[in-house]
């Protein structure tokens, strides 16, 4: 009986933790964000405390100091040592509010010693991810299918909240975030750290955690930056020093593979439905958020594909164009996101689409030439 | 000498208004234009308040229903511009116009044409607002705060009509504040010394001081972001040596101060309407003045506690967080004031002092949510989610708007001659109190749990609190139409008012007739 009695209390566990962190702040999983919790609480009760006597005192007066009952009003008007009282306690509370503040402030704000250090660069509408002293570099873009936003498809568990490629941390090692942003300003955040720190954007901020249980971490952009800012969740799984060890080796020869299979790809050429193919998969995945899947655009915002000149006519603008980016403007450089392959049939995607109707087929090994002029 | 001013006065009273539509389009009358500015600041009340309908129905459910993400943005920063710049600053100033001669003694503002214009030059301001709206493009979509490079680079043609009008709003606020300004020190009835003045006419003379320093600085950050997006200049753009984090200290420079523009005359309201329902005379006149005055200088030493997530030096973010905890001490004084006040008082509960003392508690509640958001370490945790939006609405809907139901209640039969509907009015009350709770308070409990403001969609572990606070949403605004009937029903007929309805009520404006004549206080009274 003891056994089943326990093993359902540990089934309930998980369920009762959530259900409290759908009301409050998270206790998270940091001695930092621990820190911040209890302060959070203590504020609170001293805010319910005086509450209940102001409220009480107010209260008293409305049910028994009433016209209906007869009260003829009283004739004070001041008293200076009631009044300096109400000034001076006040003051004597903050004073202790303010020394735990202090101390949790400064101890949050020593980036110092870190062991591992990610720059962390925001951009409309995806976070980028860079491992200092490694090659590892990669985008982490919100993986809830668009069915599901529209809704045409059930709401997952972890509606708007999941990636494609989250960040990994090691646990028990402070690790240091450098943040800071491609266009406008963003808000790195994940809770469970306390970690809360804007991406300016030709600026760079600094934020650390010590993250001790392993697990999955989950957080959202919390600085409005455009059409899509709901939609740019942040994910983070720490994983004990082994794993994340053994998952930066796999990452790094990972991306010796690509590179090899990059130069392969040069050689060989997509005929015209295989780009159209991969290139509408790139085209929904980094296009249409702000060309639209129609390719009409927003007019007065996003400029339309369908039927412009570029896409028509300028095949080296266009390649330029998808590439390099447009400074001064929301399109961003796609020539470190994207695969030369990627970025040939995303190209001859949108010279072929919607009734553009070019015929133009572009090859990976175009846009190297072109990447290497 | 003396035959002179008999004939000016003579000259004068047979300058009577004149009817139709010129009567208001050229009046001088203070009167005439507090009337326009309430007027229009309530059909603005209801332009934002649809606005934050269609913000309440898309987040309803999660996942995207009725409108774009793009849209959805628009209609966050027009809502909360209209709120702030069309509702609840030109009641204020709509109140001012109205009682503030009335409460001095004077017969008219000191500047009547000029307060004809700041109130005329307003329709056109919301007119290029409002009309961005229908551009390519569409209107405005970076928030009411418009920070850069969102607001320069990335934002649509309609900013340049958001900067113009802009424009336009601060000149009329600039303008209302010097006539406010130069009105109290001037046209002041013999024997109303300043530490006789009505505690309204106080937090406004305060009000209008913070308004001449803090909107041109709104101007300046308009102006900016005009000529970075348009004419090549980089303030905010790092890669011209720019800043965008500058931006929010300008921006915030102006918003803090301009937070305290729309709750310090609320302040003076309240300290008009508790004294009168509880029999009592105000407690602590002179430390209220004070800790006005106080309250107003320290809202130039905090902007940045709006800001503590952009990364600034540790020394700075302890700076203003000491500052900005230590506002609470005389915003208590105020509060602990008002409850002395009703201490041992003779009270009666007719609708101003519904609101009132609503105001007192909601206004509280807000003000602890406020203390805690100071906390910077916490704040990190608060910054951009709905707890911030819970904050904020507390202090300005249940707060701001409360004390101005309460003053419209406390001084319409001045205004209209007429006793207004006390059941409707109650029933306004009650529908206005009960659903203002159920649509702001879950947003604490949102915004605790993690949910970011500004976003059209959200995960789904806040469908439940978003589903409470959308009804309470729609309540709140279907309740505001029973004011709108009351008002109506108050101006064309009613029971007749005395000069004086309330019992306890103290002030100059009781001694003159329900309705106030046109002109009041041609001769001056005797105050002792």
Redesign the interface.
């Known amino acids: 009986m003891s056994i089943k009695l326990i093993s359902a209390l540990v089934a309930m566990a998980p369920v009762a933790a959530?259900a409290r962190?759908?009301?409050?702040?998270?206790q998270g999983v940091t001695d930092i964000s621990q820190?911040?919790y209890d302060?959070?609480m203590t504020?609170?009760y001293i805010?319910c405390v005086?509450?209940v006597v102001?409220?009480g005192?107010?209260f008293w007066?409305?049910i028994r100091?009433?016209?209906?009952k007869g009260?003829?009003?009283?004739?004070?008007?001041?008293?200076v040592k009631?009044?300096i009282a109400?000034?001076v306690i006040?003051?004597l509370i903050?004073i202790g509010?303010?020394i735990p503040?202090?101390s949790?402030?400064?101890a949050?704000?020593d980036t110092s010693e870190a062991e591992v250090t990610v720059l962390v660069t925001g951009s409309?509408w995806k976070w980028h991810y860079k491992y200092f002293d490694t090659d590892v570099e990669y985008f982490s873009l919100l993986a809830t299918p668009r069915q599901?936003?529209?809704?045409k498809l059930d709401?997952g568990?972890?509606?708007?909240?999941e990636v494609d490629r989250p960040l990994v941390i090691p646990t028990g090692k402070k690790v240091r975030f450098l943040?800071t942003s491609d266009?406008?300003?963003h808000?790195w955040?994940v809770?469970d750290f306390?970690?809360?720190?804007?991406a300016?954007?030709?600026?760079i901020?600094?934020a650390w955690t010590k993250v001790d249980e392993p697990g999955i971490y989950r957080?959202?952009?919390?600085?409005?930056?455009?059409?899509?800012?709901?939609?740019m969740p942040v994910v983070v799984i720490a994983k004990e020093p082994a794993e994340y060890d053994a998952w930066m080796a796999e990452q790094v020869a990972a991306k010796q593979r690509a590179e090899e299979e990059e130069q392969r790809l040069l050689a060989m050429s997509m005929d015209m439905d295989e780009a159209m193919e991969l290139g509408e998969r790139v085209y929904v995945g980094s296009c249409a958020a702000c060309h639209q899947a129609n390719g009409e655009g927003?007019?007065?915002?996003f400029p339309a594909l369908k039927g412009s000149d570029m896409a028509l006519n300028d095949m080296q603008g266009h390649i330029d164009i998808v590439v390099n980016g447009k400074t001064?403007?929301?399109m961003q450089a796609f020539g470190n996101q994207l695969t030369m392959q990627e970025i040939a049939a995303v190209v001859t995607y949108e010279r072929n689409a919607w009734g553009n109707d070019t015929g133009d087929l572009v090859q990976a090994a175009d846009i190297n030439a072109f990447m290497n002029e | 000498m003396s035959t002179v001013v008999g004939e000016m006065d003579h000259h004068d009273h047979h300058h009577h208004a004149p009817s139709g539509i010129t009567r208001w389009l050229f009046t001088t009358n203070h009167k005439d234009i507090g009337s326009l500015y309430l007027w229009f600041s309530f059909i603005m009340f209801l332009v934002g308040g649809a606005m934050a309908m269609v913000i309440r129905a898309e987040l309803f459910q999660p996942g995207l229903q009725l409108v774009e993400p793009h849209f959805f943005n628009q209609m966050t920063t027009v809502h909360g511009l209209i709120m702030v710049f069309g509702a609840v600053m030109p009641a204020f100033t709509g109140l001012a116009n109205w009682m503030i001669p009335m409460m001095i003694g004077a017969p008219d503002m000191a500047l009547p044409r000029m307060n004809n214009w700041s109130f005329w030059i307003l329709p056109f301001a919301f007119a290029i607002l409002l009309a961005s709206l229908f551009m390519e493009g569409g209107g405005p979509a970076f928030g009411w705060t418009f920070y850069a490079p969102l607001s320069t680079t990335y934002s649509s043609d309609s900013t340049a009509l958001f900067v113009f009008s802009v424009h336009i709003m601060g000149i009329s606020s600039i303008m209302g504040a010097i006539n406010v300004i130069v009105t109290i020190m001037n046209m002041r009835a013999p024997g109303m010394t300043y530490m006789k003045m009505p505690l309204f006419v106080w937090t406004w003379f305060i009000t209008a001081f913070l308004l001449i320093a803090v909107m041109p600085v709104l101007a300046g950050a308009v102006t900016m972001v005009l000529t970075d997006k348009y004419f090549g200049t980089s303030f905010f753009d790092a890669a011209g040596g720019g800043d965008p984090v500058m931006f929010q200290h300008i921006f915030w420079f102006f918003g803090h101060p301009e937070v305290y523009i729309m709750i310090l005359p609320s302040f003076g309201i309240v300290s008009a309407i508790i004294p009168a329902f509880s029999r009592k005379q105000l407690f602590g006149y002179a430390s209220m003045v004070y800790a006005t005055a106080a309250i107003a200088g320290l809202s130039f030493l905090v902007w940045a506690h709006h800001m503590f997530t952009t990364g600034m030096p540790v020394f700075a973010e302890l700076f203003f967080m000491y500052c900005t905890m230590l506002i609470s001490v005389p915003t208590g004084v105020k509060v602990f004031n008002w409850v002395a006040t009703m201490w041992r008082g003779s009270i009666t509960f007719e609708p101003p002092m519904m609101f009132a003392l609503a105001f007192v508690i909601l206004f509280t509640i807000g003000g602890f949510s406020g203390l805690m958001l100071a906390i910077t370490p916490v704040d990190f945790q608060y910054h951009d989610t709905y707890f911030v939006v819970a904050h904020f609405h507390y202090v300005l809907v249940s707060g701001a708007i409360f004390s101005i139901m309460a003053a419209a209640y406390y001084w319409l039969p001045k205004w209209t001659g007429h006793m207004y509907d006390m059941g409707l009015a109650k029933l306004h009350f009650w529908a206005s109190l009960i659903s203002v709770n159920v649509l702001f308070f879950p947003m604490h409990f949102a915004g605790l749990a993690g949910m970011p403001r500004r976003i059209p969609d959200y995960s789904i572990q806040f469908a439940d609190i978003n589903q409470i606070v959308s009804i309470g949403g729609f309540a709140f605004g279907l309740s505001q139409l029973i004011f709108l009937w009351l008002v109506i029903k108050c101006v064309r007929g009613g029971e007749k008012a005395p000069a004086k309805p309330w019992e306890g009520a103290e002030g100059l404006e009781w001694t003159v007739p329900s309705p106030a004549p046109y002109h009041t206080f041609d001769t001056p009274p005797e105050v002792k």
């Open positions: 959530q962190s759908q009301l409050n702040l998270t820190r911040v302060l959070h504020i609170f805010c005086i509450g102001v409220f005192a107010m007066s409305m100091h009433r016209k209906s009260r003829k009003p009283a004739t004070f008007h001041e008293n009631v009044e109400w000034t006040p003051f903050l509010m303010a503040a202090t949790t402030l400064i949050m704000e409309q599901q936003i529209e809704n709401k568990e972890n509606y708007l909240l943040i266009d406008v300003i808000s955040w809770p306390a970690v809360k720190k804007d300016n954007p030709g600026m901020n600094e957080g959202q952009c919390a600085e409005l930056c455009g059409k899509d800012h709901g939609f927003i007019p007065g915002v001064g403007t929301s």
